[in-house]
């Protein structure tokens, strides 16, 4: 039993699409689902690394009846989102999924006068449509043949608050949680059970990626965040699933940020939330103080690397 007595979710014998299922979050989340006996079908673009992780699942199998199916799309378009759907659908009896968990996506931050307009539009590809696309098409289809599934996004630390460097990622993170808020209400006509989590930063092949070009004010930061690997966020993620929290959050800091953004967004118990949001008063500030002092001083080194790059006239 969880909150008011709803029962907890069972992922035993469900069927759940997990998108970005090839490594990182995403297949940490999926191992964990097939040890606790769900059928996974996971979706990603590259296939050695989907034969990978389907390898990787078949080692903590704990039935002989549990399918599991991979299947190669990019999610960024409607089409293609669309497309993923219908072939994992077909690949498991013609059933809708249970459980759609929207792990795909990645961000490539880096000053914004430095960014392309390809790079703001990938952005919010990566970041949001990546996600939506797909919640769209399974609503639909989830309406259509009267499933009462559920739904959970992937926002990031990033979709409550931002950092200097996050220009092209932090709005679209942003953009999920009016997303999943608009959801939570609207899918309610069909039972469908909407949710997000909000991950602080993971030690994934997507981390090493981002670090590529990100500069180096927001990777120290970044350091008062210490970091989940893939494996404890996959399980504080599905722990709030079970739970039917609306958001869903896996470390204290986020957790803050989550209470003193709640607006209307369901929270916790609400003692413990303005607990958390008196906090936030008093920390954020001086936090905030903090990082203006920090940027402020790295408007000299700033100089040069926009000189270097041929930037400044
Ligand atoms: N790592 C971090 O610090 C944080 C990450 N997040 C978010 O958590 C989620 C998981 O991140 P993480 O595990 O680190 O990332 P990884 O890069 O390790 O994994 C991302 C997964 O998404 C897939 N994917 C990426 N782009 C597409 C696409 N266009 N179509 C289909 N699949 C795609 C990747 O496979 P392939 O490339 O083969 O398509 C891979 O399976 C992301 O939404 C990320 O934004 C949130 C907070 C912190
Ligand atoms: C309460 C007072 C203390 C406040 C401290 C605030 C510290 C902020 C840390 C920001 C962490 C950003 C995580 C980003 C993860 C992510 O989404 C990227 N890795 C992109 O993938």
Not at 140 to 146: G, S
Not at 200 to 213: F, Q, R, V
Request: aromatic share 10%; net charge neutral; with cysteine.
């Amino acid at each position: 039993m969880s909150c008011f007595g709803k029962r907890t979710w069972d992922p035993k014998g469900k069927h759940c699409y997990v998108t970005g299922g090839s490594t990182g979050l995403g297949l940490a989340l999926s191992t964990l689902l097939v040890q606790q006996g769900a059928d996974v079908s996971i979706v990603a673009r590259n296939e050695k690394n989907l034969k990978a992780a389907i390898e990787k699942l078949e080692t903590v199998r704990q039935s002989k009846d549990q399918k599991f199916a991979y299947y190669s799309y990019s999610l960024t378009s409607a089409r293609e989102s669309q497309e993923a759907l219908q072939a994992v659908i077909a690949g498991h009896n013609g059933e809708t999924p249970d459980g759609v968990f929207l792990c795909a996506g990645g961000s490539k931050p880096k000053f914004f006068v430095e960014m392309s307009g390809e790079e703001l539009v990938q952005g919010m590809d990566m970041g949001y449509w990546v996600q939506a696309w797909t919640a769209w098409a399974a609503s639909k289809e989830m309406a259509r043949t009267r499933k009462k599934g559920k739904i959970c996004f992937v926002s990031s630390t990033l979709g409550y608050m931002s950092l200097i460097g996050y220009a092209s990622y932090s709005p679209a993170k942003h953009a999920l949680r009016g997303l999943a808020d608009t959801l939570r209400f609207e899918l309610q006509l069909y039972n469908i059970d909407v949710q997000i989590f909000f991950p602080c930063t993971m030690y994934t092949p997507g981390y090493e990626e981002e670090n590529k070009t990100k500069p180096k004010i927001t990777l120290k930061l970044e350091e008062s965040d210490s970091g989940l690997t893939a494996e404890q966020a996959a399980h504080a993620m599905l722990a709030g699933i079970k739970d039917h929290h609306s958001h869903i959050t896996g470390d204290w800091i986020t957790t803050v940020f989550r209470a003193s953004t709640k607006g209307a967004s369901p929270g916790r118990f609400f003692l413990k939330d303005w607990a958390l949001n008196i906090f936030g008063c008093i920390a954020l500030p001086i936090w905030r103080m903090t990082v203006d002092r920090e940027i402020n001083g790295h408007v000299a080194e700033h100089e040069t690397y926009l000189e270097e790059r041929g930037l400044r006239a």
